[in-house]
Nanobody, 123 residues
Framework: QVQLVESGGGSVQTGGSLRLSCVAS??????MAWFRQVPGKEREGVAS???????YYAEFVKGRFTISQDNAKNTVYLEMSSLKPEDSGMYYC???????????????????WGQGTQVAVSS
């Protein structure tokens, strides 16, 4: 069982930056990821990191977002820059420890989820 707690969300203007954190207990999973969701839409994958090393991104965030992991702190980060209003939403941390699929950012491949942290980007 892995528990995930996100933090770092907030309100920023277009072009701004935020860093989201996800603390995992007792430790991070083999595959960790960030997803986001807005009301009325399905949850979409943003980025994933496999064995704290290999990173994968959705096309719409490539070059703007960076996922990283600090195993000493059991924490996964999502550095977001050049934010746009369409980046607004609830951001969720997710983890997978069984039947791990490297490179996936599909919600069905993750069994552990945090409660989310809200990001609002104004124009």
């Amino acid at each position: 069982q892995v528990q995930l707690v996100e933090s770092g969300g907030g309100s920023v203007q277009t072009g701004g930056s935020l860093r989201l954190s996800c603390v995992a207990s007792p430790h991070t999973a083999t595959l960790m990821a960030w997803f986001r969701q807005v009301p009325g839409k399905e949850r979409e994958g943003v980025a994933s990191i496999y064995v704290a090393d290999k990173t994968y991104y959705a096309e719409f965030v490539k070059g703007r977002f960076t996922i990283s992991q600090d195993n000493a702190k059991n924490t996964v980060y999502l550095e977001m820059s050049s934010l746009k209003p369409e980046d607004s939403g609830m951001y969720y941390c997710a983890g997978s420890t069984t039947a791990v699929v490297e490179g996936t950012i599909e919600a069905d491949d993750f069994g552990y989820w945090g409660q989310g942290t809200q990001v609002a980007v104004s124009s």
